[in-house]
């Protein structure tokens, strides 16, 4: 295109009489100014209606964020972005989305993600809409993989944490939440109790005779299908977790914040099993017997002084074995 207009041209400044030189070049600048000239329908219409928006923006942009894992590894990991901006002129048509994109895949192509780069594209968005928007708002969404050993045996295997982030620029000011799920068992305390009882009746019936037992008689009886013929249900479980971030902290804490409320939830579920593992996982749910209440108190306690977090807010669901709904609660941090 740009040789041709060339060539055309040169033909008209060498002086040439030529009606088929001065038509190309007659068309071919009719063409160029019409290129030069595409329209911009949200900087040149009006609204058809006015009014300001609080967000305009785009949902599931894909991109690849980097991060770095505990060793100090950078990795990259697909995820899907919501990028906004206010609508703060109601005489506006609309924003330029192209550049909330370009700057998205310009921050983040080679940079490890950040709250210094995320207050980076916050601050582009509302710059490339200078006049238009006050504040401006990005959501990050992926999975976070973890490498996870098994409780015991020598065996390992990946999970993969579902992940999004929260950010926000309004007034000046930035905003950070970072969300996780975790994932974990959660064995009924009520339904311990009745088990429980139900061994007690079944030794009853069977040695109420009996005065006196040896040892081996015990340990031989409780190893039975008729000993152990109750047993507590358990099902899966899921707390999510919203924590907003201090204004001076510079990384997102999702791989320690993981590990940490993993720790104090006690159980959560696991990849590569063997039997001993699978023992273990028997043993600890035993031990951290929990309503959905327990698990709501135990994980506030756990973030209530947890370094960098501002504010939080947990929402458990028990996704019920014994029922067909969910069991569910929610914990915020203490007002005071």
Known sequence: MFEFVSDALNLKQMGSTDQGAQSVTSTDSRVASTTNLMPDVANESLPLTGGTLERVGMSGVELVLRLRDASGE??????????????????????????????????LADTELTLPVVNEILKDFIHTHQGMSSSSYLTLNYEHSLKRPALLSDHAGWRAYPVKIQSACQQGVFRHQLQVRLTYSSACPCSAA????????????????????????????????????????SQRSHADVCVELESDIEE????????????????PVQTAVKREDEQEFARLNGANLMFCEDAARKLKGALEGYAGVKDFRVEINHLESLHPHDAAAVAIKNRS
């Not at 990259?76 to 370009?102: C, Q, W, Y």
């Not at 804490?253 to 993993?262: A, F, K, R, T, V």
Request: aromatic share 8%.
């Open 74 to 107: 950078i990795f990259r990991t697909p995820a899907r972005a919501d990028a906004a901006v206010s609508l703060d002129d109601e005489n506006v048509k609309g924003i330029h989305m192209s550049r909330l994109f370009l700057s998205l895949n310009t921050r």
């Open 194 to 233: 009745l088990s429980r009882q139900l061994i007690q009746q079944a030794f009853e019936n069977r040695f109420n005779d009996r005065s006196e037992l040896t040892h081996d008689e015990i340990m031989q009886w409780l190893g039975t299908p008729e000993a152990i013929l109750a047993v507590p249900h």
């Open 252 to 267: 997102f804490p999702i791989e320690s914040l993981i590990d940490y409320l993993e720790r104090v939830i006690a159980t």
